[in-house]
Nanobody, 129 residues
């Protein structure tokens, strides 16, 4: 599944950004999708996931501040980042897998399992204090 992220940037503590992930060739209702991030020197970690049925899950560190959403007509997955903190800094990646049912997708994200078959190139988010 070709994926292309955009929307990263540099903001101050407390700022907001919206990340986008353009999906090609697949209908989003048939995909389990997720956002992951990786800070320098750290392992990739889960941020949020969305099943093909629109069900969602968030990591504890972002719940209440970030929102995952999609526009099926435009084939875009979004991640709205609010109340950003310096510890949110990192490269953000969109991931997708056509094998995952919604419960499987969400359980993998909950477990921090990054075994998704398709990944975008990433978009950088930098939050300064």
């Amino acid at each position: 599944v070709p994926l292309v992220e955009s929307g990263g940037g540099s903001v101050q503590n407390g700022g907001s950004l919206r990340l986008s992930c353009l999906v090609s060739r697949y209908t989003m209702h048939n995909l389990g999708m997720a956002w992951f991030r990786q800070a320098p020197g750290q392992e990739r970690e889960e941020v949020a996931g969305m099943g093909g049925d629109g069900s969602t899950i968030y990591s504890e560190s972002v719940e209440g501040r970030f929102t995952i959403a999609r526009d099926g007509g435009k084939s875009v997955l979004y991640l709205h980042l609010n109340s950003l903190r310096p510890e949110d800094t990192g490269m953000y990646y969109c991931a997708a897998d056509s094998r995952f049912s919604p419960p499987t997708c969400l359980s993998r994200v909950r477990a921090g399992n990054s075994d998704f078959t398709s990944w975008g190139q990433g978009t950088q988010v930098t939050v300064s204090s």
